[in-house]
């Protein structure tokens, strides 16, 4: 299996790996960086933020910081792609091609299937790119690399805005901002857990973020906060070799203390109950 690393700044920025009978992402896990993973022979299957996804041939599914990937299972003799960027520098090429409608499809659509001639021409972008990161000797090696990166995210995000957009451009502003708000949460409620940060992260007022949702949700922005919070906090003490404090240093939590209080209060159960119900055990 070939690997391809694009270096800049001391830092591994792009890592193309070519897939062969294996996805190299170990879950459960909060991505720390971007991924996109394209197939082309055989089938994998995902589940993103409780959301199961099939690829087959010639589909791909992009993934974010903060994702999380609770399962994935490859086929027998799969092929294809696994691209992963730096945070810094998805952040660098979406200033390229910032739109709040192509952001919020990207998290809507993460998946995508596509034509024989749509995916070979993406294909050809994935070689090309390769040609170039081996290439350290050429004048603009930096910024070739860029350039075709942008084309291939470019091209699988027209293909996106064709699909879909449609419905998101016809959206009110309430539903586009709560959209938003539930992209975010997927990516940031194991670390933010205040409607300030949120609303801030929205360009709007905390009182005017828990408003609009209580007229869409029928609850406060608190208790959704904290629900994705729960759930975040269920998928980690269900792996077993994490302790409690680490846990709740994962879900930036004070202390062990604090996170069991906040537990026991939105569950009825401390976190400890919650093992004990899983593995019929204490933690020792």
């Not at 099939?54 to 092929?79: F, P, W, Y």
């Not at 070689?127 to 990166?149: C, P, Q, R």
């Not at 879900?251 to 009825?268: A, E, H, M």
Request: aromatic letters at 10%; proline letters at 2%; charged letters at 25%.
């Amino acid at each position: 299996m070939g690997t391809y690393i694009f270096r800049e700044y001391d830092e591994e920025r792009v890592i193309i790996r070519d897939v062969c009978d294996t996805i190299e992402l170990y879950t459960p896990i909060h991505l720390q960086k971007y991924h996109l993973i394209m197939i082309n022979e055989g089938e994998l299957k995902i589940d993103v933020n409780h959301r199961k996804f099939t690829l087959t041939r010639q589909s791909s599914i992009h993934l974010n910081v903060g994702d999380l990937v609770r399962s994935i299972n490859a086929s027998k003799g799969i092929k294809g792609y696994h691209i992963t960027f730096s945070a810094g520098f998805q952040n660098e090429m979406r200033s390229a091609r910032k739109s709040p409608i192509n952001i919020q499809l990207k998290k809507d659509f993460p998946f995508q299937e596509f034509s024989t001639e749509e995916y070979d021409f993406l294909k050809v972008s994935v070689d090309i790119l390769k040609k170039y990161i081996l290439n350290t000797s050429h004048n603009y090696h930096a910024l070739v690399i860029k350039n075709e990166i942008l084309n291939l995210l470019l091209n699988i995000s027209d293909k996106r805005r064709r699909d879909h957009g449609k419905n998101m451009e016809n959206a009110t502003h309430g539903e586009i901002i709560m959209k938003r708000f539930k992209s975010l949460l997927e990516g940031h409620s194991h670390r933010q857990h205040s409607v300030t940060w949120y609303a801030d992260a929205l360009m709007i007022t905390p009182d005017y973020l828990s408003k609009l949702i209580r007229e869409k949700e029928g609850r406060s922005a608190r208790t959704i906060i904290n629900e994705s919070i729960i759930n975040n906090a269920k998928v980690l003490m269900k792996q077993p070799e994490l302790s409690l404090k680490e846990i709740s240093e994962r879900l930036n939590f004070p202390d062990q203390s604090s996170f069991g209080r906040f537990f026991k209060t939105n569950t009825g159960h401390s976190p400890k109950e919650f093992r004990i119900h899983l593995y019929g055990q204490e933690e020792s």
